[in-house]
């Protein structure tokens, strides 16, 4: 028989070997054609039984990514959801139930479903390496494994590793799948057939979870575990906003991982969780991010060599993590005095993030103090990084283009100042763009990449090859005051600085917002970014928005209360965290929509101003750039689930009580 998506060949010794490639696709994903031709070879291996069989994959990335989701977005109902995950379930109960030994060969990455196929075969090899390549990913599109994986990952596992994997969507390095069961045996590209077949002749005792785990499923146990899962998860999510954590957990507490009655409730569960709004949005989610990856030519080459003016907190943190993401980096600064500093945080990045010595040795090497700045010299790419004074900027733009080789590219960081203003000192001005990462740049995956009315493409391209080079989503914008990120926040934080002076206690304030679905509210964001630079960032946009600067910034900041990094602003901080007294009292009724709704007129403002073009890659930077809550799929995806009139006539409300900040922008009529 022949297949689109599957290979199958038997060796003179009975062994079958089915390789999985998927034609015209980088990547394997278990679509519903993909599982339809697995269920019929399945039907041929049972009619003749070889001595054994092993799954491989044809592409070099690696295994199986996962279930196909766009097919997500075309089930309509609970009862299509459940049909079709049943289905997927009877073939990998059939590869389980398969009477000879099974070896799955994973070569790279393997998701979700990809993962569930495995666990669902007798062995599992995996290829050595340092890359997180093996998880359970779909609690970050809103639902739970749906193959098995909820029953088969606590069997093979036990709970506490199994549920670390679902409840967290983080993959593991192949040698931490194999301490905790989930792979039996490491192999490599030279090894891996003649491990398998040794598998298959040897068929040692299956995997299965350790004792101290097997007792923590035990009926009487399971209540006390579920209260301590409970307890993680409410600490990062709440139910009603992410409710496939706490679905997973009753999963486990309720039926312990059963065969016998475990999948028939997996498929229940998850065909509730694919139709909920939450799912969906994050879904949606998922395809914003691809679209500001897949944005610029993807021929043009990144840079290898990147150099960076001004080693502070930005700059210095902007040259560690291109040096992580394998970068020859030179840094700039007036002194190494200033330099030293950033190449301590840089040692703290790679000691967190590369577990190899020979690796994190290699990544101090790319990185270099360059005190006189001759990196600038053989570097592809320069970023400028230093304080917000343009006359400051344009002097060393002059020193810089006078050294820089033909072909290279000058970019900015800057938050503030138009690029318009900055770029008339240089002699190729269509060239100069502006790369605006943001705080901390380890943590926070968006780029803004700014450009003029006449910026060359290929100045674009290439700012593009960077960001997706050191796996950072690119938002392309136009050159206007705040840009889009600072532009949408601005009155988010401006709010928060009026319900402070009408007495509201901060506590409250920020709860309204994280209820909302906000990582942390308004005023511990202004707080953590620096009430120095949202004061900087309110002046920019209340001179070109005849906006006023809260008062209350510009006092605190002359009083040495900056936030998080003196210690004490609105809040005081102790080891990073802040310290937020007691609320008596109750928040205004209409505080969610006063802190929320304004971000969304200014998102409808930017999208009609054209700072950037497209209204689904402006959901994705509010997301990427903000937290803007994911579920909610972006703030004009939210306006128009909510209903467009409902946001419009509830802003004409809050304009009649609290004032013309809150007038609906024109362009509500165009969405």
């Not at 060239?431 to 968006?446: D, E, S, Y």
């Not at 960032?537 to 910034?553: F, I």
């Amino acid at each position: 028989m022949s297949y689109e998506n599957w290979r199958l060949d038997t060796d003179d010794n009975g062994v079958a070997w089915l390789c999985i490639d998927k034609p015209g696709s980088s990547a394997n994903t278990l679509s519903a054609d993909v599982l339809r031709e697995l269920n019929e070879v399945l039907e041929q291996l049972e009619a003749a039984l070889p001595k054994g069989l092993v799954v491989y994959s044809g592409k070099d990335r690696g295994f199986i990514m996962g279930a196909d989701i766009k097919e997500f977005t075309r089930i309509q109902s609970e009862r299509e959801a459940y049909d079709l995950i049943r289905q997927g379930q009877s073939v990998m109960d059939r590869i389980e139930a398969l009477g000879c030994p099974t070896v799955a060969v994973i070569n790279g990455f393997c998701l979700g479903g990809g993962l569930e196929l495995a666990m669902a075969c007798d062995y599992r090899l995996a290829y050595r390496g340092n890359k997180k390549i093996l998880g359970l990913p779909e609690v970050q599109l809103g639902i739970h494994p749906g193959f098995g994986g909820t029953v088969r990952a606590v069997q093979l596992a036990g709970v506490r590793p199994a549920m670390q994997l679902m409840l967290t969507g983080g993959p593991v390095r192949p040698d931490k799948a194999k301490r905790i069961g989930i792979v039996d045996e490491l192999t490599d590209a030279g090894s891996w057939k003649k491990d398998a077949e040794a598998l298959i002749r040897s068929t040692p005792p299956k995997q299965r979870a350790p004792f101290v785990e097997r007792v923590l499923g035990a009926a009487p146990v399971r209540p006390f575990i579920r209260n301590v899962l409970l307890k993680q998860v409410q600490r990062k999510a709440k139910k009603a906003h992410y409710p496939a954590p706490y679905a997973m957990i009753d999963l486990w507490a309720k039926l312990g991982a059963s065969p016998q009655t475990g999948y028939e409730a997996e498929a229940l569960s998850m065909a509730k969780l694919v139709v909920t709004s939450t799912s969906r949005n994050l879904v949606r989610v998922f395809f914003l991010q691809d679209g500001l990856k897949s944005q610029g030519d993807k021929s043009t080459a990144p840079p290898q060599h990147v150099h960076v003016v001004g080693a502070g907190v930005m700059g210095g943190d902007i040259a560690a993590w291109c040096a992580l993401r394998g970068m020859t980096v030179t840094l700039q600064d007036r002194e190494q005095k200033y330099i030293d500093p950033a190449l301590e945080r840089a040692a703290t990045l790679f000691e967190k993030r590369i577990r190899d010595t020979a690796d994190r040795n290699e990544a101090h090497e790319r990185l270099k103090a360059d005190v006189p700045g001759e990196g600038a010299r053989n570097a592809d790419l320069i970023i400028e990084a230093i304080f917000e004074n343009l006359e400051a900027k344009q002097a060393l733009y002059k020193d810089l283009q006078a050294k820089m080789k033909p072909g290279a590219m000058l970019a900015t960081n800057t938050s503030s100042i138009p690029l318009e203003e900055l770029r008339t000192v240089l002699d190729e001005p269509r060239r100069f763009i502006g790369l605006h990462f943001f705080n901390p740049v380890a943590m926070l995956p968006l780029v803004e990449i700014i450009r003029c009315e006449d910026t060359e493409q290929s100045a674009l391209d290439l700012g593009f090859a960077f960001t997706r080079k050191i796996s950072k989503l690119p938002l392309e914008c136009a050159s206007a005051p705040g840009f889009v990120v600072n532009r949408i926040l601005a009155p988010y934080m401006a709010e928060a600085m009026a319900l402070i002076e009408e007495g509201v206690p901060l506590k409250l304030i920020d709860k309204a917002a994280e209820n909302f679905g906000m990582p942390m509210g308004p005023v511990e964001l202004v707080d953590s970014v620096g009430i120095d630079v949202a004061l900087g960032v309110s002046k920019v946009l209340g001179e070109a928005m005849q906006r006023p600067v809260p008062a209350r910034l510009s006092e605190m900041v002359e009083d040495g209360k900056l936030g998080r990094k003196s210690g004490k602003g609105f809040y005081e901080w102790q080891d990073g965290k802040a310290l937020k007294p007691e609320a008596s009292g109750k928040a205004p009724d209409d505080i969610e929509d006063r802190l929320i709704l304004p971000m969304v007129n200014e998102a409808v403002a930017c999208l009609a101003d054209g700072v950037v073009s497209d209204a689904d890659k402006l959901d994705a930077g509010v997301i990427f750039g903000t937290g803007f809550a994911p579920f909610r799929g972006g703030p004009l995806h939210y306006a128009k689930e909510r209903g467009i009139a409902d946001v419009t006539a509830t802003l004409e409300r809050l304009s009649a009580a609290h004032g013309e900040r809150f007038r609906p922008h024109t362009g509500f009529a165009d969405l």
